[in-house]
């Protein structure tokens, strides 16, 4: 059973930055594709960005390329999102997630482990 943490959001103004994390239980975890996913009050959980633990090969929801940046630390388990330039439209919970296969990387029913959320709030 894999476990997912999430840490790191906060309230930040328009503009600012935050970096998000998720620590993973599980140490074999080479073959994994781990996303964030976000969701917003009466919205459905959209995708924004996911990573390959082995080889680092990402993806990037459209609304967030070029401003958020997912990153891995292998020796510590832990995915990143780096969240800079943020908009009010960012505010969401955000969701660290994990699968076993590049299939379905973008659509959140294809993952079978997921963490508990962490707030972001953008002020504008």
């Known amino acids: 059973q894999v476990q997912l943490v999430e840490s790191g959001g906060g309230l930040m103004q328009a503009g600012g930055s935050l970096r998000l994390s998720c620590v993973a239980s599980?140490?074999?975890?080479?073959?994994?594709?781990m996303g964030w996913f976000r969701q917003a009050p009466g919205q459905e959980r959209e995708f924004v960005a996911a990573i390959r633990w082995s080889g680092g090969n990402t993806y990037y929801a459209d609304s967030v390329k070029g401003r958020f940046t997912i990153s891995r630390d292998n020796a510590k388990k832990t995915a990143y999102l780096q969240m800079n330039s943020l908009k009010p439209e960012d505010t969401a919970v955000y969701y660290c997630?994990?699968?076993?296969?590049?299939?379905?990387?973008?659509?959140?029913?294809?993952?079978?482990?997921w963490g508990q959320g962490t707030q972001v709030t953008v002020s504008s």
């Open positions: 997630a994990a699968k076993a296969s590049q299939l379905g990387v973008t659509i959140a029913g294809s993952y079978r482990y």
């Open positions: 599980e140490s074999t975890f080479s073959s994994y594709y």
